[in-house]
């Protein structure tokens, strides 16, 4: 059955430093992979997805996410944090050809000044 | 309109009452889910849609959960005998279709409260 495990349940990063959010993922085959983000009162949104070529993914507000099969790992990563970027994370998961989508339990994002 | 809306933004009601909360997609979406997001919690999926049949019910939580889809558009998931731990924000999402690229736009939410 697919599964998403994001071993961090709140991670705290300095303005300007670098930030790297896990997820592990359990599934048979080569999955659709994606991560979202969630800011207080919103709507989940789209930051970056992996459906299949580069496994180096680029995403919106300067984030990126590196697929690795070996490690069944989609981790997102952001060289410089701001403000702005504090905020819930969810990577998930999609079966190819089927319908549903796993979703992780979050990481919970603080930045300090 | 321009993205996934959903109706009411926050429902308090009292425990044993039936709530009914409402999902427009985007326009064009042939697939909508549902899913629940309690407080500190993941998304838990409850249900999806590809038009108006839901091959897939296995996230709904009891059979107090029901849902449906008319006109391939709108979507309304109803709440019957409402518990205090039905207390929770649910998310309503569309995407093209699903089994395709499962990109899937979310609206904002209901927060229910049951008291």
């Known amino acids: 059955a697919q599964s998403v495990t994001q071993p961090d349940i709140h991670i705290t990063v300095s303005e300007g430093a670098s930030l790297e959010l896990r997820c592990n993922y359990s599934?048979?085959?080569?999955?659709?992979l994606f991560w979202y983000v969630q800011s207080p009162g919103q709507g989940l949104q789209l930051l970056l997805k992996y459906f299949s070529g580069d496994t180096l993914v680029q995403g919106i507000k300067g984030f990126e996410a590196e697929f690795k099969r070996s490690q069944s790992s989609f981790n997102l990563r952001k060289p410089s944090v701001h403000w702005s970027d504090a905020a819930e994370y969810f990577c998930a998961v999609g079966a190819r050809g089927g319908f549903k989508t796993i979703f992780g339990a979050g990481t919970r994002l603080f930045v300090k000044a | 309109g321009a993205g996934v809306s959903q109706s009411p933004s926050n429902k308090v009601t009292e425990k044993g009452k039936d709530v009914e909360l409402r999902c427009d997609p985007i326009s064009g979406h042939t697939a909508l889910y549902w899913y629940r997001q309690s407080l500190g919690q993941g998304l838990e999926f409850l249900i999806y849609?590809?038009?108006?049949?839901?091959?897939?019910k296995s996230g709904l939580p009891s059979d107090r959960f029901s849902a449906e889809r008319t006109g391939g558009s709108v979507s309304t998931l109803t709440i019957q005998r409402t518990q205090q731990e039905d207390s929770a924000v649910y998310l309503c999402?569309?995407?093209?279709?699903?089994?395709?690229?499962?990109?899937?736009?979310f609206g904002p939410g209901t927060r229910l409260t049951v008291l």
């Open positions: 849609f590809q038009g108006n049949s839901a091959p897939d």
């Open positions: 599934y048979g085959a080569t999955p659709y």
């Open positions: 999402a569309s995407s093209l279709a699903a089994g395709e690229t499962n990109e899937q736009f």
